[in-house]
């Protein structure tokens, strides 16, 4: 049993058998908070993807409103939802992203150095 006074990952305090980020405080085993920091960096990873996709799909209407102007009107109103998703996409994605990858590579660094994590 190792005595520590905080999570060595998220600072909560050691009460109970578990921290609520996955940290298990008896045997000091991060594997549960590694697990939920890796779904958390893939879930920001798929959303930074799906805003360049979106952001990728913009020359396409572009190519439309110049073969056919007659639709320019809303193929406007397109440009500017391709644009607002795919900056919501991006901005809220790569925030979480840039978190979500320094979190997991402390949990990960947690699990490769045991003896880093005694407090006395
Ligand atoms: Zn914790």
């Known amino acids: 049993m190792i005595e520590i006074a905080s999570c060595p990952l998220c600072d909560a305090p ?5 921290c609520s980020c996955g940290y298990d ?8 908070a590694i697990e ?3 779904t958390r960096f893939l879930s920001a990873r798929r ?3 799906r805003g360049f996709v979106i952001l990728a799909t913009l020359p396409i209407t572009v190519a ?3 073969a056919a102007p007659s639709v320019l009107l809303l193929l406007r109103a397109v440009w500017l939802t391709q644009l607002f998703a795919s900056a ?3 901005v809220g994605g790569l925030r979480t992203y840039v978190v979500a990858r ?3 590579a402390a949990a990960t ?10 407090v006395r």
Do not use: C, M, N, W
């Open 14 to 18: 050691a009460t109970g058998t578990r």
């Open 25 to 32: 405080f008896t045997t000091g085993d991060p594997g549960l």
């Open 36 to 38: 939920a920091r890796k």
């Open 47 to 49: 959303r930074l993807r």
């Open 64 to 66: 439309i409103a110049q």
């Open 88 to 90: 919501y996409f991006i």
């Open 102 to 104: 320094r979190e997991l």
């Open 109 to 118: 660094q947690l699990q490769q150095l045991p003896s880093a994590r005694v």
